[in-house]
């Protein structure tokens, strides 16, 4: 089976969709499956063309054995006018190159973009292939949650999102979400459950897997939050928290990442006057490196904004240091908490609630006994039920009877 994956974002660019697509890919590659992915030059989160990729409109090349076909996408971050430019920029150019594909016996897509479900719906029709959409974010809904201001929030260009995203899911054969709170967002809009399939973030084994602590030999204890940094995950209360932990000279907090609200974090932090020791802001690593920044962790701060509608998050950064034995410190609600207390693999904190927060990060620091032992629960847990061969194998199961392909 030859199948293309149609994404704004994918590998050199970071998170949890290119994180997740490429370990879809190397899945179904795994299991004898042909792949081509076609996506944009990356520019993500950094809000220009990355170094080595300024100047083309077409560009070939193959990451880990998969033929990869970039297209021009006009380079924007954050939101506004310039980003619906961004969309629908790669939506036409990648239709452009679509169209000239032969041979594809599946498409799928991922959403958001929702505007990149029109590119997959014209390539549909000429490669004559089945569609599944994969729904990481019910676009449009999210925007006031997670972009109170943007152009897509209210008006004319909601209400025309909202018909954009219905006619995509009557145009779908298959439509996959990322949570279990999505699924159910899926049905209360009148989504046939026999249409639906579910594949989670997960993680790969071959590279996280149970790594020892080593808190006595280390001062302070660091308390790990890696990934993206925007709207949607609330980092302001881990600063907050970090104010209210002044006295720990024990504890270090550690933002790895980058995003739209780095910038303001940094800047609460220094008017708080945070000591650096104590909340430190590092730059993104690859996904490489995140095994060895893990191993130097002893707990995962994983924190989402205060809205109900982010209780159907599930992020993605959770599951490798929960892989490799490190409990999670979550602010949130929804499914994760729950699977987090059922699994007694950390501690759950109300969202937006520093205080809340800082007495979890001094839970672990005075109780390594509980630390290790919600580690291992967290190692068995992730182990067994969230490793991308498990994930995957499940989902392929699911196409196979939906769609009648060889998967």
Not at 335 to 342: K, L, R
């Amino acid at each position: 089976m030859h199948v293309l994956f149609v994404t704004q974002y994918f590998a050199p660019e970071v998170g949890a969709a290119p994180t997740r697509l490429a370990a879809t890919v190397a899945g179904l590659q795994q299991r004898g499956h042909q792949v081509t992915v076609l996506t944009s030059l990356p520019n993500h989160l950094k809000g220009q063309t990355y170094t080595g990729y300024e100047g083309k409109i077409f560009h070939r090349e193959v990451i880990d054995g998969t033929p990869v076909l970039r297209t021009w996408a006009f380079p924007a971050g954050g939101r506004g006018v310039k980003r619906l430019i961004n969309y629908l920029s790669f939506m036409t150019t990648s239709t452009l190159r679509g169209l000239g594909l032969k041979g594809v016996d599946l498409i799928f897509y991922e959403s958001p973009p929702l505007f990149l479900g029109l590119a997959a719906t014209a390539l549909k029709k000429r490669l004559n292939a089945p569609v599944i959409m994969n729904v990481s974010d019910l676009w449009p809904d999210s925007v006031p949650a997670v972009a109170p201001d943007s152009v897509f929030a209210s008006g004319p260009v909601m209400k025309a999102g909202l018909g954009l995203e219905a006619f995509l899911y009557a145009q779908a054969d298959l439509i996959t979400a990322v949570t279990r709170g999505i699924l159910d967002g899926l049905e209360a809009k009148g989504i046939d459950p026999d249409r639906l399939a579910y594949l989670p973030n997960g993680f790969d084994p071959d590279r996280f897997e149970p790594r020892s602590f080593r808190e006595r030999s280390r001062k302070p204890m660091v308390f790990l939050a890696a990934g993206s940094h925007g709207y949607a995950h609330g980092l302001e209360v881990v600063v907050e928290a970090a104010a209210l932990l002044r006295h720990r000279h024990d504890v270090q907090i550690r933002l790895v990442g980058d995003g739209p609200t780095k910038q303001a974090l940094m800047g609460r932090a220094r008017d708080l006057e945070l000591d650096p020791n104590l909340l430190r802001f590092d730059d993104p690593v690859p996904l490489t490196a995140m095994p060895g920044l893990i191993a130097e962790s002893s707990a995962h701060l994983v924190t989402l904004r205060d809205d109900p509608f982010f209780d159907r998050t599930r992020p993605a950064r959770l599951l490798p240091s929960l892989a490799c034995g490190r409990p999670a410190i979550f602010a949130g609600r929804g499914d994760v908490a729950e699977e987090i207390q059922s699994n007694a693999c950390g501690l759950v904190v109300p969202p937006g609630d520093p205080k809340a927060l800082a007495q979890g990060i001094e839970t672990y620091a005075d109780d390594p006994v509980l630390l290790r032992r919600q580690g291992k629960a967290a190692a068995d847990y992730a182990q067994r039920e969230m490793a991308w061969p498990i994930l995957i194998g499940r989902w392929l199961e699911r196409v196979e009877a939906r769609l009648g392909v060889s998967a």
